[in-house]
């Protein structure tokens, strides 16, 4: 039977944290919020394991649904561990380093970008998340993963456009297809102009042998698969 015993209680405004120590799958992050409408379990491979809940629920409804859900999560975790066996997991002062190059490079890079090719954001957030590269809200914001830093230049200005791009074009449709496949076309010209980038020349290649509707979109995100965000 699981004893709920927290090892310590954080917050701040619109936020209050607990941790639980649980034996075999070590700190949880108990996280109530003013943000969260339902409760969610988040398992990263490296920031643990997160419930997250409304503010107003108390930390017993959640504890509660963490002992329902505590089979699952260490499932998972088994499968995160088996699927990362031979990718180095990055330490917490690692991750860091990543943010702070993160923070220091792509932010001016994305507003180069964005002059360039006419697009205006409103601010653009360094986050760490294991489910995507970035995201654009509808309040023309956008979130880029500190993950980026860890591709080659090419593929960071893929993630970059891309997200752009959702400035005019929310979803994944053809205008939107279309629109990033013309940017993507002249970026490429532009970094093979800046020098002779074999990399970049293959993927310039790739994408003038490939038969798929955007080629230049398939060629990347087929790259960038290959890249694991940790």
């Not at 017993?60 to 998972?76: C, L, Q």
């Not at 230049?153 to 053809?174: A, F, N, P, R, S």
């Not at 970094?191 to 970049?200: K, R, S």
Request: aromatic share 8%; with cysteine; proline share 4%.
């Amino acid at each position: 039977m699981l004893r709920i015993k927290f090892l310590c209680d954080t917050g701040m405004a619109g936020r209050s944290e607990k941790i639980y120590v649980d034996p075999e799958i070590g700190n949880v992050v108990f996280r109530k919020s003013t943000g969260s409408r339902s409760m969610s379990i988040r398992i990263h491979p490296v920031k643990g394991v997160t419930v997250s809940f409304p503010y107003v629920m108390p930390y017993s409804v959640a504890m509660a649904f963490f002992r329902i859900r505590r089979g699952w999560i260490i499932e998972t975790m088994e499968r995160q561990r088996a699927r990362c066996k031979d990718v180095t997991i990055p330490s917490a002062e690692e991750v860091e380093a990543l943010r702070r190059q993160a923070k220091a490079e792509l932010p001016s890079r994305l507003a180069e970008l964005a002059e360039r090719y006419g697009f205006v954001y409103n601010r653009v957030t360094i986050k760490h998340n294991a489910s995507n590269w970035g995201s654009c809200s509808s309040r023309m914001n956008i979130n880029l993963n500190l993950n980026i830093v860890r591709l080659p230049k090419v593929l960071q200005d893929y993630v970059l456009i891309h997200e752009l791009c959702h400035l005019k074009h929310q979803d994944h449709g053809h205008a939107f297809h279309l629109l990033l496949e013309h940017l993507l076309t002249d970026n490429l010209l532009k970094l093979m102009d800046e020098g002779n980038d074999p990399y970049v020349a293959s993927l310039a290649e790739k994408s003038a042998a490939s038969r798929a509707k955007y080629p230049l979109h398939y060629v990347m995100t087929r790259e960038i698969k290959s890249y694991r965000l940790v």
